[in-house]
């Protein structure tokens, strides 16, 4: 009897190590810069380039390599999303009003923007710890390091490739993930 239970108890936490395993970008949700919940799922089928942005970073000017690369592949498919984060020597002080502003009248950014979370840390938002989890995603996972850095998601909401802050999204490493991930 008692091999029986440890072996059911085995069978349990296989499962669950599985469940975990087997979860996509698609069993979340966040609030979008408006204060509007937004569940992941509403984005099945496309292709996702989630990136953790800040307004006062030397990164920023990827904002307008973001946009345009929106604008050339949108109608194909893919669906950017910035995620603002202040974790990184506070470059994103504004509240979700001011990004939004900055980021329309600086970067003309049309691509849905999400609340500002934190992307790292004790309060780290539930998808970046899904994301940097090195049991829930252990070919990209680990902490983020910088703004910007970038998470591309097949159309059925599965991580595919991970690109650091430098990396930018006009890069060759860029597109050719992007279209490798089945844009239409």
Known sequence: ???????????????????????????FTMKSIDGQQVSLGSYSGKVVLLVNVASKCGFTPQYAGL??????????????VGVPANNFMQQEPGTNDEIKKFC?????????????????GDDQAPLYAFLTGKST?????????WNFTKFLFDRSGKPVARFE???TPDSPEVTSAIEAAQIG
């Open 1 to 27: 009897m008692r091999k029986l239970s440890l072996m059911i108890l085995m069978l349990c936490f296989a499962c669950a190590s599985l469940a975990a395993q087997s979860k996509t970008m698609y069993d």
């Open 67 to 80: 946009e345009a690369l929106y604008e050339k592949y949108k109608d194909r498919g893919l669906v950017i």
């Open 104 to 120: 329309s009248n600086k970067y003309n950014v049309t691509f849905p923007m999400m609340a500002k979370v934190s992307v790292l």
């Open 137 to 145: 995603n252990p070919q990209f996972g680990g902490d983020i390091k």
């Open 165 to 167: 802050p430098a990396t």
